[in-house]
């Protein structure tokens, strides 16, 4: 266990919350700390994501909206055209 733990501690954590083990001896002195190191990096994360506007100076979409708003910006249509050929590729 004691690999398992340092290789992933966040998903182990995880695992005994979601099997409420939390209460062991074993696991209840480090859990809430990883609990607590996930929740940090997740909201780091997301605060990244929401402030990144533009990469390489093109605009960054966060979601179909924004698109269309360029499309009329812009005056043209292609990412009216884009996002059907998008969601082929899903």
């Known amino acids: 266990m004691k690999d398992l ?6 998903e182990l954590a995880e695992y005994v919350v979601g099997n409420q083990l939390v209460e062991a ?3 209840s002195w480090w859990v809430k700390d990883a609990l607590r190191t996930r929740n940090r ?9 929401w402030k990144t506007t533009h990469k390489f100076d093109i605009e960054v979409l966060k979601d179909v909206t924004q698109a269309l ?3 009329s910006k812009t005056g043209t249509d292609l990412w009216r055209k884009g996002i059907p050929l ?3 590729m899903l």
């Open 86 to 88: 998008e969601k082929e």
């Open 5 to 10: 733990k340092a290789s992933n501690p966040i």
């Open 25 to 27: 001896p074993a696991f």
């Open 69 to 71: 708003a360029i499309d």
């Open 41 to 49: 990096i997740i909201s780091k994360v997301k605060s990244w994501y």
